[in-house]
């Protein structure tokens, strides 16, 4: 199991995705369902960040949400429900 950290331009991020990294393997296993995505509220250096963590073939990626998303990176379920 590959654990992928993406979007990282800060230290602070990055121990944000270890952290929900680590919670999200203790709640799924090393193989979870495919195509989950899971958000996590990590409290580091006394700043809460957000983590989306989404489950892969072979591999869980964590991504930091600290910036806006555009629509097209939205989830399909999420962008179809808002129509």
Same mark, same amino acid.
């Given at each position: =199991?590959? @654990? !992928? !950290?993406?979007?990282?331009? +800060?230290?602070?991020? #990055?121990? *944000?995705? @270890? *952290? *929900?990294?680590?919670?999200h393997q203790f709640k799924f296993g090393n193989?979870?369902?495919?195509?989950?995505?899971?958000?996590?509220?990590?409290?580091?250096?006394? =700043?809460i960040v957000t983590v989306e963590v989404v489950?892969?073939?072979? +591999?869980?990626? *964590?991504?930091? #949400?600290?910036?806006?998303?555009? @629509?097209?990176?939205?989830?399909?379920?999420?962008? =179809?429900?808002?129509?």
């Open positions: =199991m590959k @654990l !992928i !950290i993406r979007d990282t331009k +800060s230290p602070r991020g #990055r121990r *944000a995705c @270890l *952290a *929900a990294l680590a919670e193989y979870g369902h495919e195509r989950v995505c899971t958000n996590y509220r990590v409290e580091v250096d006394g =700043m489950n892969r073939y072979a +591999s869980y990626v *964590a991504t930091v #949400r600290d910036g806006f998303r555009r @629509l097209r990176n939205l989830p399909a379920q999420a962008f =179809m429900g808002a129509l």
